[in-house]
């Protein structure tokens, strides 16, 4: 099973940016869909964004042009840059391998 270690979530003032990563482990990261997916309390978790194995991305309305996914398959990263934060933003950030697995999240806290 694939283990996933999110990272670099935090405080940060509206306006600013975070960059969110996932480390994978195992050899087959480049073969997968990869996604974030985020979830406030009381609430469903839901999608933030997700990119292939080719790289073809997908990203909910509420963070298009804000927020982009990308991959190192070489380093078996997942990346999530944050630009111009909103305090409705705030959430845990989760990690997702498409063939079932979840990192244990990260709590991202938009805030004045």
């Known amino acids: 099973q694939v283990q996933l270690v999110e990272s670099g979530g935090g405080l940060v003032q509206p306006g600013g940016s975070l960059r969110l990563s996932c480390a994978a482990s195992?050899?087959?990261?480049?073969?997968?869909?990869m996604g974030w997916y985020r979830q406030v309390p009381g609430k469903q978790r839901e999608l933030v964004a997700h990119i292939t194995s080719g790289g073809s991305t997908n990203y909910a309305g509420s963070v298009k042009g804000r927020f982009t996914i990308s991959r190192d398959n070489v380093k078996n990263t997942l990346y999530l840059q944050m630009n111009s934060l909103k305090p409705e933003d705030t959430a845990v950030y989760y990690c997702?391998?498409?063939?079932?697995?979840w990192g244990q999240g990260t709590q991202v806290t938009v805030s004045s």
């Open positions: 195992g050899s087959i990261f480049g073969i997968r869909t």
């Open positions: 997702y391998d498409y063939s079932g697995s």
